[in-house]
């Protein structure tokens, strides 16, 4: 059950046992008035009643304002959940880089690093960021290609590099 759910249960029930209550009270008051309870020993079973029927407005008044809580704040704990689960996306697509990256060797690690810093990189830029031929860096760059890490888009007479969304 959701918290705004929960928090409408909460103040719907605290109202209508507060009505009932305050109504009881009220029947409670008037008997003890009709006995003369207030300047009377013997009427301590009313004035019991009445105490702990105060003590139980406390803990309906608590009750009512934890509903308005749980009804309240519901959207700032979903924005935390979102928060949190977007954290973790990015913690596992991380974690899938950094394991792929494991398995290259030195040349494929500096490509791969290049791309996923810059998307869209052309590939005369890649060559000057990773101090790579032309030759070698169109070899590892078709190579993750065909193996579907990257895609490669026409720009003019170059390319432009970028990973794909499997990846």
Same mark, same amino acid.
């Given at each position: 059950m959701n918290n705004k759910k929960l928090g409408i249960i909460l103040i719907s029930a605290s109202v209508l046992l507060g009505v009932f209550l305050l109504g009881s009270m009220s029947n409670l008051s008037a008997k003890g008035n009709e006995l003369g309870c207030y300047n009377n020993a013997e009427c301590n079973q009313v004035a019991g009643a009445l105490g702990t029927s105060h003590f139980i407005i406390g803990i309906l008044a608590a009750l009512f304002s934890l509903g308005i809580?749980?009804?309240?704040?519901?959207? /700032?704990?979903?924005?935390? $959940? %979102?928060? !949190?689960? #977007? %954290?973790? &996306?990015?913690?596992?697509? !991380? #974690?899938?880089?950094?394991?792929? !990256?494991?398995?290259? #060797?030195?040349?494929? +690690?500096?490509?791969? &690093?290049?791309?996923?810093?810059?998307?869209?990189?052309? +590939?005369?830029? $890649?060559?000057?960021?990773?101090? $790579?031929?032309?030759?070698?860096? /169109? +070899?590892?760059?078709?190579?993750?290609?065909?193996?579907?890490?990257?895609?490669?888009?026409?720009q003019g007479k170059t390319y432009a590099i970028y990973l794909a969304k499997s990846f």
């Open positions: 809580y749980m009804f309240v704040f519901n959207k /700032s704990e979903e924005a935390i $959940l %979102k928060r !949190l689960e #977007d %954290k973790n &996306k990015e913690e596992i697509e !991380l #974690d899938k880089f950094n394991s792929v !990256l494991k398995i290259l #060797d030195e040349n494929e +690690q500096k490509v791969l &690093k290049a791309v996923s810093e810059k998307e869209g990189i052309s +590939q005369s830029n $890649l060559r000057f960021r990773t101090n $790579l031929s032309k030759a070698k860096i /169109s +070899q590892i760059v078709t190579n993750f290609e065909k193996k579907g890490i990257v895609k490669r888009e026409s």
